[in-house]
């Protein structure tokens, strides 16, 4: 259905310049995207893995595993697989079909190039090929590659030449499908073909080297194994081949049932296992000795694009179609596996999405894949799906799939945080069926009470009478299922509306039915299909929309205050809360505003060519959302009554939600499992909003916005726009293609960005937060008890001269000097000053002081450890001069006149005029850098704690709620 109206416009004309095919993820426009006058491009979240396969690398003892997200690639630490990275290929270069690693460059291949990339950074560009490139493989420093038209090429990294190109295969005769480097095999590549033989070549001499006749079956993955000579070889009827390369024999063949496979890896810890995956979503693990299955794990619900063994470990990485990374460990003694960690998302597009609780951070999502997902926008570790039980166990006990024992596709969906620590507090309604099931958002489970009507209330010659008649009726309740829900905002109470045009209310926490919203002897509140059903904040009132055309306002406890004929189907419907509109939709295309206050429709939007899809308030009700499967998303300007701002995507928007703060718009698209973030520019930008006529629409087109994963800014580039360029224009960001060196510095900050700011040092606050404290943590530290002697000491230990001759420690620092009464604060350090030698730290300091530069003080204090400048801060002396106290009273204040190295200067000082105040006041010639010192320490820490509290005000100013 949606695929109709890809090629609409918003006049019914093709747009100009506009190819009829966009990519799903990553435009192929050649231009760079435009951007929204209102709304720009942020990332996208829910993405995890595709059907490109994987790539893992190694860096010190971390695993890194790299997947792609059409035309962008994501990083995860195995570890924990947190999301480290996100990179994009670059724009107008379409979606990523394959993607290797190699050192600290990332390849990715689109279209036809290659990009090699330092994190998101592009250090090479490979040219040569004709057609798509579909394999790629490291190869020392150099990388091979391979194309849809047969053609192969080694490309040197560093120089960008092609150094070798095999290009006369025939592709009926030799298609090459995947490609593989023996261990040990010097400048070899095995290459598998679709015809069903592999062939060895010199790639250094470009010659065949030997051609095996394989077995007439497509070959489709291939896999080194620990062993010597040994790969494994995958095909497209299901078969595994473990092949000896040396003897061109077979030493042994599994079947892999119900499909291809895509992928093989051997296990390297010493376990003679091969693990295969297949189209089926399953993983079998061959054992090599008994060359029988060892185990079969339904490890995804679609194909599986990738699986890796991680070196020396006993763990599986595999990737799937369903957008989802997992990591099996098999540590159990029958060889088992079971799931560690994963991270998943909407294995199909969402369909709804709701922002939870006042955050911004927290999103509930509902999807076609009969799940309900909630989506951390901050952090990727915490999103997780809701569960249904133990589904898992219930598929094997029943021999069924996980799919077929879920609960119906979501319709709609409503969640509330008010008490979500006593009882459940979401609530969904689900396609085809009756009963209405509740969530726990604090367990991230589905709860075991259902809310079914067993009774509606009607009244009969003013009489209330209980009616059973339709509710115990099996067949009615097949017929008959919940379309819409709507959760008070006290947690208490869940309104839902039904198929057959009743409104019933129940109490949340029993799950008890209380109220049916019906008029007189009406069986039903509505004659059709309840649309959408909303409750006020101070629960006095019900709002109910249907099919029917009737828009129906009903007192809190179920009786009719009045009805408005809308005389058109309203299909859609979202209440402002704030003000008590409620905005509607009906099949006309028409978003009509009805004040529910004044009793009338105060405003109608009118422009969207096909069905409105989704729509959403911004937090302070001032603007409406609307999007359409004309691929257009409207922003409409409540006071005004007009349009503020307009874009279109390439695929139509399904689901809209603002953030409470209003800082970011959530959208869902059609064939998209992500959700899109769009960073709301009026927050941070100027924006000239300008408001569009109804000549302007039938003459322009909105600007056409591609959907990324990585987002970005964007330069606006769409004609119609002029008085938009300039402020764009600062928010552009350019992305060459410019080969860049290795060598190439990178960009280095100021040390100062302004005289106004205080910059404080790199250093790790380990080097200085305790640096006042070392008295107490040695104090802390000091041994219980002295050291006792061993039974057997040296022979050079000196031993006591008494009646029972002891040996005496070479150095005890507990002990206290002969004839003196040393307290514990007193220094053990030794000034060497008083010898006449002067450490490097003094020596520095002095001529530091002379020149009037300190930069070499500041170099060798950053390479010191704590204990060591604690050290050196106590071994200066003042009883021979004032050279040297002298001289670090002017490193304090030249440190804090250039407000660099705030903290260090804090710390550092703190613990010189704690340790020599004594012997500072005996020194008259100091008093002026003293006072010196005074005053810029005022003048830094009053203007920096003015600007603290100035901060601290306009926030509690504008968190005032009378505001």
Not at 715 to 732: H, V
Not at 829 to 847: H, M
Request: charged share 25%; with cysteine; hydrophobic share 35%.
């Amino acid at each position: 259905f949606f695929v109709l109206f890809k090629h609409s416009t918003m006049n019914g004309k093709e747009r100009e310049g506009e190819e009829s095919a966009v990519d799903v993820v990553g435009g192929n426009e050649e231009q760079a995207p435009p951007s929204s006058l209102m709304f720009q491009p942020y990332r996208a979240i829910g993405y995890v893995a595709s059907e490109v396969p994987f790539d893992v690398q190694v860096k010190g003892n971390d695993y890194f595993v790299t997947t792609v997200i059409g035309d962008s690639f994501q990083v995860y630490n195995c570890k924990k697989l947190h999301l480290v990275f996100v990179g994009h290929v670059g724009r107008g270069r379409g979606k990523i079909q394959a993607i290797a690693c190699s050192g600290h460059l990332t390849f990715a291949a689109a279209k036809n190039i290659i990009v090699a990339k330092k994190r998101d950074k592009d250090i090479r560009v490979l040219e040569g090929h004709d057609a798509r490139i579909h394999s790629m493989l490291p190869f020392g420093e150099s990388l091979i590659s391979v194309d849809d038209n047969n053609v192969l090429h080694v490309f040197h990294v560093r120089t960008t030449e092609i150094q070798c190109t095999i290009d006369d295969l025939s592709p009926s005769k030799f298609m090459i499908t995947t490609l593989l480097h023996p261990s040990t095999y010097l400048n070899k590549i095995l290459l598998g073909s679709k015809q069903g033989s592999l062939q060895l070549w010199n790639i250094r001499t470009r010659k065949l080297v030997y051609t095996f006749k394989g077995w007439n079956d497509g070959i489709t993955a291939l896999a080194q194994s620990p062993v010597v000579d040994i790969v494994a070889i995958g095909t497209e009827s299901g078969h595994v081949h473990v092949h000896n390369l040396k003897s061109d024999e077979e030493l042994v063949r599994f079947n892999h049932e119900g499909g291809v496979v895509t992928s093989l890896s051997f296990r390297t810890d010493g376990q003679p296992i091969l693990a295969s995956a297949s189209t089926r979503g399953t993983i079998a693990l061959w054992n090599l000795e008994t060359r029988k299955l060892s185990t079969m794990i339904n490890a995804h619900r679609l194909p599986v694009s990738s699986i890796q063994f991680l070196h020396s470990k006993p763990l599986l990485l595999s990737s799937s179609h369903d957008n989802s990374l997992k990591m099996w460990a098999f540590d159990t003694p029958d060889g088992s596996g079971r799931l560690l960690k994963g991270r998943e998302g909407h294995s199909a597009p969402p369909t709804k999405i709701k922002y939870y609780g006042d955050s911004g951070y927290d999103i509930i999502s509902s999807g076609s894949d009969k799940s309900l997902r909630y989506i951390c926008t901050i952090q990727d570790q915490r999103s997780t799906e809701l569960s249904q039980g133990k589904l898992q166990h219930l598929a094997r006990m029943k021999n069924r799939s996980v799919e077929s024992l879920k609960l119906p596709e979501i319709t709609d969906f409503d969640a509330v945080p008010t008490r979500e620590r006593d009882w459940s507090n979401i609530v969904t309604c689900h396609r085809g069926r009756f009963a209405v099931n509740t969530w726990s958002y604090k367990d991230k489970a589905l709860a075991a009470q259902e809310l079914r009507p067993q009774k509606r209330i009607v009244e009969d010659d003013g009489k209330k009478k209980v009616d059973r008649s339709l509710l115990t009726n099996e067949a009615y309740r097949k017929s008959c299922s919940a379309t819409s829900v709507c959760l008070t905002r006290c947690g208490n109470f869940v309104v839902v509306g039904y198929s057959d045009g009743g409104v019933e209310r129940f109490n949340l926490q029993s799950g008890r039915h209380r109220t049916s919203y019906r008029k007189g002897g009406d069986r039903r509140g509505h004659t059709d299909i309840v649309m959408g059903v909303a409750v006020d904040v101070a629960n006095t009132f019900v709002c109910s929309v249907s099919k029917d055309g009737f828009l129906k306002c009903w007192t809190f406890n179920g009786k009719l205050r009045y009805r408005a004929n809308m005389k058109v189907p309203i299909l859609k419907s979202t209440l402002n809360l704030n003000n008590n509109i409620m905005a509607l939709v009906g099949a006309d295309f028409v978003i009509r505003l009805f004040d529910l206050e004044a009793k009338k429709v105060v405003r109608a939007f009118s422009g969207h060519e096909a069905r409105v899809t989704d729509m959403e308030w911004s937090p302070d009700g001032r603007y409406l959302l609307s999007s359409s499967t004309d691929l257009s998303i409207r922003v409409w300007d409540v006071p005004s009554g007009r349009m503020l701002s307009w874009f279109s995507t390439p695929q139509p928007a399904t689901s809209l939600a603002f953030s409470p703060s209003g800082e970011f718009l959530a959208t869902t698209h059609v064939d998209q499992v992500g959700v899109f973030l769009w960073a709301n520019r009026s927050l941070f930008a100027n924006v000239s909003h300008r408001f569009y006529t109804k000549e302007d629409l039938e003459t322009s087109a909105p600007p056409l916005v591609p959907l990324s994963v990585a987002g970005g800014v964007f330069p606006n580039t769409y004609d119609d726009e002029g008085d938009a360029e300039d402020y764009l224009k600062a928010f552009a960001i350019e992305e060459g293609t410019k080969v860049v060196g290795d060598d190439e510095t990178s960009f280095k900050s100021r040390e100062q960005l302004s005289d106004d700011l205080v910059t404080l040092s790199s250093l790790s606050s380990s080097r200085w937060v305790n640096l006042n404290k070392l008295d107490i943590i040695r104090e802390r530290n000091k041994p219980k008890e002295a050291p006792k002697l061993p039974e057997r000491a040296p022979f050079f230990l000196q031993a006591t001269k008494s009646l029972n001759p002891e040996f005496k420690p070479m150095f005890d620092p507990l002990s206290q000097k002969e004839g003196g009464n040393k307290t514990s604060s007193s220094s053990h350090i030794l000034k060497l000053s008083k010898l006449g030698t002067l450490t490097k730290f003094q020596q520095t300091l002095l001529e530091c002081n002379e020149s009037g530069d300190f930069t070499a003080l500041h170099e060798l204090i950053s390479g010191m450890g704590i204990t060591a400048i604690d050290g050196e801060i106590r071994s200066l002396d003042g009883t021979v001069g004032s050279t040297q106290f002298e001289a670090m009273l002017n490193f304090f204040i030249d440190t804090l006149s250039s407000r660099t190295n705030f903290e260090i200067c804090q710390a550092h000082a703190n613990l010189f005029l704690t340790v020599h105040m004594d012997e500072l006041q005996k020194h008259a010639e100091l008093l002026p850098q003293v006072e010196e010192l005074q005053k810029q320490q005022r003048a830094s820490w009053t203007k920096l704690d003015g600007m603290f509290q100035h901060a601290l005000c306009m926030v509690n100013f504008f968190k005032n709620p009378k505001l």
